[in-house]
């Protein structure tokens, strides 16, 4: 067996992770740490909290205790960090949790890892957003892993400070580290704050969706279960000290994936409400992804049009799940599942 730590397997990329492995594996064992911040659900994991393979156990990575007693009584094979504060907006209004937790927290998986492991790998999950972004008139510019790091976000500097402490300690304690910058997700257990989810939720209770400035920024989608599949494959294949783009050829300026999105749904363009831009804007996010698909053979399967038509269909089918989270439901129906396992 191989015992994999996930943290942050209670949100969107990281639950979407450990089905895919579970499924995909049966060599495998997961345990998920994650502190069920407001983004963390466990309702998500139910279905898994009595499969025999996986284990949730709710605690902070930035919680150097937890985190070095839960390494030393577990020895991972594996580490793969989803764990963070994700959300660019929360991180304008208020950056302090996203320097605890993307930055502290790493700092403390990493000398877990090295004190306790004897691991074969640190998987760092980070984001096209470390590149800082692209003009919207220079259609021919795409993110390499040469691209220098040129952030303009809190959240973005906080990912970015991540994968330099990653490197940091793949060049000076020799720990065996890889790093993935991936472009927009969609998919199900998406928190419905972000944008595809948020116009779901919106425009099935027809609200108005809120658009930032014209809608012309630029967002290149991958559907989440490509981003698990590449994120396997790195963790197994990829070469340690490496970074690895991953995207999903699929640009599109904001606005069409609205009008994407409520045409799917049979909801009219009159709910698009044009609000106020976001402050310092990324305009252009465009991955080259070639090396991944050079070196260990990666390529994303799912068209923009079928993923997105799945997604609907997953939150037309589930509309318990995110209106729970609307309500706030979710909160205590995690802490019932939380006494039912401890
Ligand atoms: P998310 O916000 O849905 O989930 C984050 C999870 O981390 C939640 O379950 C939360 O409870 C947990 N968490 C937060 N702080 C924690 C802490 N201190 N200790 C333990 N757990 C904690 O995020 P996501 O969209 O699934 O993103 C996962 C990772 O992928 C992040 O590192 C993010 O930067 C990266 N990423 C996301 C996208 C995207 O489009 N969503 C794209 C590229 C990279
Ligand atoms: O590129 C990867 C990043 O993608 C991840 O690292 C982040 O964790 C993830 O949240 C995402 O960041 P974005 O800021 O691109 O995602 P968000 O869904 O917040 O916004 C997508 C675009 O839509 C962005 O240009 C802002 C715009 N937007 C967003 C919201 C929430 C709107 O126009 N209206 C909205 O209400």
Redesign the pocket.
């Known amino acids: 067996m191989e015992k994999i730590l996930v943290?942050?397997?209670?949100?969107?990329?990281?639950?979407n992770f450990i089905y895919h492995m579970l499924e995909a594996h049966d060599d495998v064992e997961i345990v998920c740490?994650?502190?069920?911040?407001?983004?963390?659900?466990l309702v998500t994991l139910e279905p898994l909290l009595e499969n025999p393979r996986f284990k949730f156990v709710k605690?902070?990575?930035?919680d150097r205790e937890a985190m070095y007693a839960l390494f030393e009584s577990e020895n991972f094979d594996i580490v793969v960090?989803?764990?963070?504060?994700?959300?660019v907006d929360r991180s304008i209004d208020s950056p302090e949790?996203f320097l605890?937790?993307?930055i502290i927290?790493t700092g403390v998986l990493l000398d877990a890892f090295r004190k306790y492991g004897n691991g074969k790998r640190f998987h760092q999950?980070?984001?096209?957003?470390v590149y800082g972004d692209l003009p919207l008139d220079r259609p021919d510019l795409f993110f390499t892993e040469e691209t220098p790091l040129h952030t303009s976000s809190p959240?973005s500097t906080s990912?970015a400070s991540a994968d330099l402490l990653c490197l940091a300690y793949y060049r000076t304690y020799k720990v065996p580290v890889t790093i993935s910058?991936?472009?927009?997700?969609?998919g199900r257990y998406?928190?419905p704050e972000?944008l595809i989810p948020l116009m779901i939720s919106r425009a099935l209770n027809d609200e108005n969706v809120p658009v930032y400035g014209k809608g012309e920024n630029v967002r290149d989608w991958l559907f989440v279960l490509d981003?698990c599949k590449a994120i396997d494959l790195i963790i197994h294949k990829g070469k340690v000290g490496e970074v690895y783009n991953i995207g999903g050829h699929n640009e599109r300026a904001n606005i069409d994936v609205v009008k994407t999105v409520l045409a799917a749904l049979g909801k009219p363009e009159s709910l698009i409400e044009f609000v106020t831009d976001r402050p310092g804007h990324d305009l252009r996010y465009a991955i080259d992804a070639s090396k991944l698909e050079r070196e260990l053979g990666w390529v994303p399967e799912t068209k923009f049009d079928d993923g997105i038509k799945e997604t609907v269909n997953w939150y037309l089918d589930n509309q318990k799940w995110w209106k729970d989270i609307i309500s706030g439901d979710y909160v205590k129906l995690s802490e019932e599942l939380l006494g039912k396992i401890s």
């Not at 740490?33 to 659900?41: I, Q």
């Open positions: 943290t942050g397997g209670a949100g969107f990329i990281g639950s740490v994650d502190c069920l911040s407001y983004a963390g659900n605690a902070d990575i930035t960090n989803f764990a963070a504060e994700s959300h949790a605890m937790t993307n927290g999950v980070s984001t096209d957003e959240y990912k910058r991936c472009s927009n997700n969609y998406q928190y972000k981003h």
